[in-house]
């Protein structure tokens, strides 16, 4: 009876000790389970972490400043870019434009790729308004397509065959692709104004105005007014432009759209309108473009704005009474000067007391005479056009300094050139002028 009692005890115990064997073994299995499941849940943020830095990690770019007697292929050269892969660039972008035409100051943006390191797209600026983009094709896509393909109508593809693909790629020049397009700014439409105390352009600094959008107000103008000679104090103008932006950052101002200038009490006003390819640029209210026969200034305002703003702008203007029938411009030697008009150079030497002298016939009318050059842009017999340089300020002959003696002779007889009523150039057609007086209403209500 004591055996089978000591007997019973002993399974119990083993029962027991078996059951919290058991609890221990699936305790460690549930908890190593428990800890894979954490794991891979933390290998899984963690990957996604990654993931997110991997992806906001940008491209490396790189700006080389072309140095003036630059070459393309020595400023790649700089930028570890071999010379085969420069020409493959070069002769790809011939389609285009000529990288032998660069220009000093301007900048090449090169941009590599993260992964590799390797070149991935070229940007440089042409101009203002243009810029060339050179960037590499995906030839890899091109290798997807053709397994994916493949695979979908289980052709067997070998190496050889997507090699041969990037081959041909390569051989037809098609590994880089080049494009040509307007610069991509943000535009802004502002609006400006100022009262003339000394010279426009010093309203426009006080009243902190681009000085590069007085310019351009000056040129729009220049067939209507001389800002140096013209311009008196109490003067105002008022001018609606553009004002261009890239990545929030103010570059430059853009198209001059609408201005107002009223001198002496006298308002003239301008519009920017497009009719056409032929016929766009500044217009009256009237829709008469102001573009006329002759310009008001034989130097552009740039030249003789900044400088000469608390000084004479000129040496002396156009005088009957003293004798002095022409109107002299001071500028600094090598100021370029322009042919007012359309014409042909009938003089082009040295003249006694005028120095070095340059004469243009326009017409059997009129005939402009530019004095005291330091030298010539163009021989006797050219043809020149508007706005074309002639030659440069000197002080050659009698002069006391540098600066343009500047005669317009009208039928055999010097004449003031400033007082001189022209006719106005190419009127809107009528079946446009609708469309003018639409889009122009807005920028006068502007410039009220």
């Not at 990957?47 to 393309?72: A, Y």
């Not at 997807?144 to 081959?167: E, G, M, Q, R, Y």
């Not at 217009?283 to 026969?293: I, L, R, T």
């Not at 005939?367 to 508007?386: D, E, F, I, M």
Request: aromatic share 10%; proline share 2%.
């Amino acid at each position: 009876m004591k055996r089978l009692i000591s007997y019973k005890y002993s399974i119990i115990i083993l029962l027991i000790i078996f059951s919290f064997s058991v609890f221990l073994i699936y305790n460690k299995t549930a908890g190593s389970n428990s800890d894979n499941y954490n794991t891979n849940n933390d290998n899984s943020n963690n990957t996604n972490d990654l993931k997110d830095v991997v992806e906001i990690i940008p491209d490396r770019k790189e700006k080389i400043i072309i140095e003036s007697g630059s070459t393309f292929g020595e400023l790649m050269t700089k930028a570890d870019i071999n010379s085969k892969l420069a020409n493959e660039i070069y002769q790809t972008c011939l389609e285009e434009y000529d990288l032998a035409k660069i220009k000093a100051g301007n900048e090449i943006e090169l941009i590599f790729d993260k992964d590799s390191d390797k070149l991935k797209s070229l940007l440089y600026k042409i101009d203002s308004e243009e810029e060339i983009f050179i960037s590499k094709k995906e030839i890899e896509s091109e290798k997807d397509n053709i397994k994916d393909i493949s695979d979908k109508n289980n052709i067997s593809t070998s190496t050889d065959i997507i090699n041969t693909v990037s081959a041909q790629e390569t051989e037809n020049n098609k590994v880089w692709q080049v494009e040509k397009r307007a610069i991509p700014y943000d535009v802004k439409t502002v609006v400006k104004e100022a009262e003339v105390e000394s010279s426009v352009y010093q309203a426009a600094l006080d009243n902190n105005i681009d000085e590069r959008a007085i310019i351009q107000l000056a040129n729009a103008f220049q067939w209507s007014l001389d800002f140096a000679m013209d311009s008196q104090k109490g003067d105002t103008f008022k001018f609606v432009y553009e004002e261009r932006y890239l990545d929030g950052e103010y570059i430059m101002p853009g198209q001059v759209i609408a201005a107002k200038y009223v001198n002496s009490g006298n308002e003239i006003a301008l519009y920017y309108f497009e009719e056409n390819e032929e016929n766009k640029g500044f217009f009256d209210e009237d829709g008469n473009s102001v573009q006329k026969m002759f310009l008001k200034a034989p130097v552009a305002f740039k030249y003789i704005s900044s400088g000469f703003t608390t000084g004479l702008r000129y040496v002396e203007a156009f005088n009957v009474s003293t004798g002095h029938r022409a109107i002299d411009y001071a500028a600094t030697t090598g100021t370029p000067i322009r042919a007012v008009g359309d014409g042909t150079v009938v003089l082009s030497r040295y003249n006694g007391g005028y120095g070095n002298m340059i004469s243009i016939r326009h017409n059997g009318t009129y005939t402009t005479n530019y004095a005291h050059l330091s030298k010539y842009a163009v021989s006797y017999g050219n043809r020149v056009k508007q706005g074309q340089v002639i030659g440069y300020v000197g002080s050659t002959g009698f002069s006391t300094g540098p600066h343009l003696h500047y005669e317009m002779v009208k039928n055999g007889v010097k004449i003031n050139p400033l007082r001189e009523v022209l006719p106005p150039g190419e009127p809107i057609k009528e079946e446009n002028r609708d469309r003018f007086y639409s889009e122009i209403s807005k920028w006068q209500e502007m410039l009220k």
